[in-house]
């Protein structure tokens, strides 16, 4: 790996191990589909004129199918799902489905015939699962298993995201394609978003974890996602879950 690649796989590991510790915050007081239309409205509100300015939405136009497709499975329905299960389910479990996603990733590719993996990568993804969940300390007994599930088709729609921007978007400007998606996401859940406001305006707390993820885990994270895709590949990019966790964790989630 480069030392941009570096760059970018360190930054990620730690930017997105940040929202686990801001959505439980966040949905102490708002609604998981409020949260999800804030989040994206703040990050479409920034990157929105940034793609305009620099014509990356009109490449976008022939591949509205592949963005939509992306845009259900990366954004719009994890953080819905994933903002849901939070309210209920321990940070270690939640953790640990999460960081299943290199392996799935792994599957999928295999199933589609894409990039393949030696036995011994596949068997070091296994173990790397493992060491999350003794770092953990996972604990499952008692576990909301609707939650469980919820976690489960995050994990599933994290190792997908990937493989689209890979195989079918790869060409397209990412900044447009991060604000196509925040943006299409912003639109959907503001119908729901909006009814579900609370009567009282949140606390500081809460603002500012709804700002964070808008901006720092929302629109700075995707374009560096994107980038450690294009350094990487669509698998190894995905690895970063594993070490969300332990940042989660060492923010006292």
């Not at 994933?82 to 940070?91: K, T, Y």
């Not at 640990?96 to 589609?112: E, S």
């Not at 469980?148 to 195989?167: D, K, Q, S």
């Not at 959907?188 to 709804?210: D, E, M, R, T």
């Amino acid at each position: 790996m480069t030392r941009r690649g570096w760059a970018l796989f360190v930054a990620m590991c730690v930017i997105w191990g940040i929202p686990y510790l801001l959505i439980k915050v966040a949905v102490g007081e708002v609604t998981p589909a409020t949260l999800v239309f804030l989040r994206t409205a703040v990050g479409a509100t920034l990157l929105l004129p940034l793609a305009a300015a620099r014509g990356s939405l009109a490449p976008l136009i022939p591949y509205w199918r592949m963005v939509l497709l992306y845009t259900v499975v990366e954004v719009a329905l994890p953080w819905l799902l994933l903002a849901d299960a939070e309210r209920r389910l321990s940070s270690s479990l939640t953790g640990l489905l999460i960081a299943a996603v290199p392996l799935i990733g792994v599957l999928l590719m295999r199933i589609t015939g894409g990039e393949r993996f030696e036995g011994r990568r596949v068997a070091g993804l296994v173990v790397g699962i493992i060491g999350v969940a003794a770092l953990l300390r996972l604990d499952v007994s008692g576990s909301d298993l609707r939650a469980v599930g919820e976690v489960g088709l995050v994990a599933l729609g994290y190792a997908i995201g990937p493989m689209i921007i890979a195989r079918r978007l790869s060409s397209l400007p990412s900044v447009g394609v991060v604000a196509a998606s925040v943006a299409l996401t912003a639109l959907v859940y503001a119908p729901f978003g909006i009814a579900q406001l609370p009567n009282q305006l949140p606390s500081l707390q809460v603002l500012a974890a709804v700002a964070t993820l808008g901006v720092i885990c929302t629109a700075l994270a995707f374009l560096l996602f994107f980038a450690l895709i294009g350094e990487v590949g669509p698998v190894r990019a995905t690895i970063i879950t594993y070490f969300n966790p332990a940042v989660a964790l060492a923010l006292g989630v």
